[in-house]
């Protein structure tokens, strides 16, 4: 079983920088790829953005240019930089990683429990 840490939530103002972290332990053998999601309040979740074991990332077309994403390997660790934060921003934001416990290719998916980020204006 996997799990994963979250840290770094909270109350920003507008305009301002966040920085999630997000540390994977337990039963890993390699890790397919790293994300973070949100869910707005009364919205779905959606993806924030993503980065694969070549550290090729992805973005929602939202925080292009605003968000980064990083992994640490040797830690099992994604990070997440956003900057110049506006309040629809405002979401739980949920780490997700996609992982093998062995040399076969069957893959498990694990995710955080969630941290708080709210953007005021």
């Known amino acids: 079983h996997v799990q994963l840490a979250e840290s770094g939530g909270g109350l920003v103002q507008a305009g301002g920088s966040l920085r999630l972290s997000c540390t994977a332990s337990?039963?890993?053998?390699?890790?397919?790829?790293m994300a973070w999601y949100r869910q707005p309040p009364g919205k779905q979740r959606e993806l924030v953005a993503s980065?694969?074991?070549?550290?090729?990332?992805n973005y929602a077309d939202s925080v292009k240019g605003r968000f980064t994403i990083s992994r640490d390997s040797a830690k099992n660790t994604v990070l997440l930089q956003g900057n110049s934060l506006k309040p629809e921003d405002t979401a739980v934001y949920y780490c997700?990683?996609?992982?093998?416990?062995?040399?076969?290719?069957?893959?498990?998916?694990?995710w955080g429990q969630g941290t708080q980020v709210t953007v005021s204006s």
């Open positions: 997700y990683v996609i992982y093998r416990i062995d040399v076969s290719v069957r893959t498990f998916a694990s």
């Open positions: 980065i694969i074991s070549d550290g090729t990332p």
């Open positions: 337990g039963n890993i053998y390699s890790i397919n790829s």
